[in-house]
């Protein structure tokens, strides 16, 4: 559970789990950031954030490869490309 805020949903795969926040062209980008930093820190194992592909290519991916969150974006056909895989963090 989280304390200040809450993600879009979350995913468990590989006995991971994933917090995912979706952010559309309008959204404030660095509160989402915030609120998968927000997830790590309270026991999720990774955080993607997913977006439009014309914002993810605005985004600099260093941010996502520093941080150890993932980046995906989904394109006009509704298709879902990983720009930057999700790191397991753990604090």
């Known amino acids: ?3 200040n805020g809450m993600i879009d949903g979350e995913v468990y795969e590989r ?3 994933i917090a995912v926040e979706l952010k559309s062209d309008n959204d404030d980008i660095l509160r989402g950031l915030g609120q998968l930093l927000e997830a790590l820190a309270h026991g999720y194992d990774e955080a993607l954030l997913v ?3 014309a914002r993810a290519e605005r985004l ?3 941010v996502f490869e520093a941080s150890g969150i993932g980046l995906a974006a989904v394109n006009s056909r509704g298709e879902l ?3 930057v895989e ?3 963090v753990k604090f």
Do not use: H
Request: glycine share 6%; charged share 30%.
């Open 86 to 88: 999700p790191k397991i």
């Open 15 to 17: 006995g991971i789990k």
């Open 51 to 53: 977006t439009s592909q």
């Open 81 to 83: 490309k990983i720009i």
């Open 60 to 62: 600099d991916i260093k």
């Open 1 to 3: 559970m989280l304390v």
